[in-house]
């Protein structure tokens, strides 16, 4: 990805983005929902487009999934 | 209650190896960061088990505590102890953070300027320290929403509102493409 690209993908907004605190309060049923192989963001749009844009709360998301995923083996 | 800590701490202890690599966090602290977050979403979770609504199994709803409680301790962690100075404005650093080819020196020039220009006439005073924290110092999110004693929903709206302006701003003349693929 080139520079223009990158800059353009940074400042590009989805406009179904759920935002942080709807993401906090929905991440352990979404996650389960990714976890269990369902289409998680078919589902719930906005929170796959924040997830993809905000860095802490994707970080989190990453973070749980691995935990549950842990727990499952 | 002695179980639930036990996988709580499991949780934590995964947690931060998971993202140990990325910090300058190392051996014991990690590990009292890891004992610290259980004990916290412990509170957390007894505080709050009359909010859990079964729509998750029980231990994921728990595990969501301590990943919250991981993040909260490392944005604390990096706020005390800054890799980056949390002021100032280091607008050269622009073209690494977002891989500019250094052969299009032109259009690299001409977009950063561009880009500079919208966010001085563009964005609220508050948009503006946010991207620049955020963007040009690489301040992580959850350390300025220490900073600002402010909150990552607060912080992660203001950078959204920010975004939308300046690619509105760039669009408008001739810099980036029209954003069609997802206007309500």
């Known amino acids: 990805m080139t520079g223009p690209d990158e800059l353009d993908r ?5 406009p179904r983005d759920v935002g942080c ?12 929902l ?14 796959a487009a924040h997830l993809s844009a905000c860095g802490p709360c994707g970080e989190d998301f990453e973070g749980l999934l691995a935990a549950v995923r842990g727990q499952d083996r | ?15 931060v190896r998971r993202r140990g690599p990325r910090l300058r966090i190392t051996g014991p602290e990690l590990e009292d960061l890891a004992y610290q977050a259980a004990a916290d979403a412990l509170l957390a979770i007894t505080g709050k088990i009359g909010q859990f609504r079964g729509e998750s199994r029980f231990t994921t709803w728990a595990y969501k505590f301590v990943i919250f409680e991981v993040s909260a301790k490392i944005g604390r962690h990096f706020w005390r102890h800054p890799a980056v100075p949390l002021d100032g404005e280091d607008w050269d650093r622009l073209p690494d953070r ?57 912080i992660y709206k203001v950078l959204f509102d920010a975004r939308r302006k300046l690619r509105a701003a760039l669009d408008a003349n001739g810099y980036l493409s029209p954003d069609t693929s997802r206007q309500t």
């Open chain 1, 10 to 14: 940074f400042l590009r907004t989805d």
């Open chain 1, 21 to 32: 605190a709807r993401a906090v309060d929905m991440l352990h049923v979404y996650v389960e």
């Open chain 1, 34 to 47: 990714v976890a269990a192989g369902e289409p998680a963001e078919q589902r719930y749009p906005g929170m």
């Open chain 2, 1 to 15: 209650m002695a179980r639930l800590h036990e996988l709580l701490v499991r949780a934590a202890r995964g947690e």
């Open chain 2, 98 to 154: 977002f891989g500019f080819d250094p052969a299009q020196e032109a259009e690299r020039r001409d977009l950063l300027a561009a880009l500079r220009r919208a966010v001085d006439e563009e964005l609220t005073p508050r948009q503006r320290a946010v991207f620049v924290a955020i963007v040009l110092n690489d301040v992580p999110l959850d350390v300025l929403v220490l900073q600002l004693a402010s909150s990552r929903n607060a």
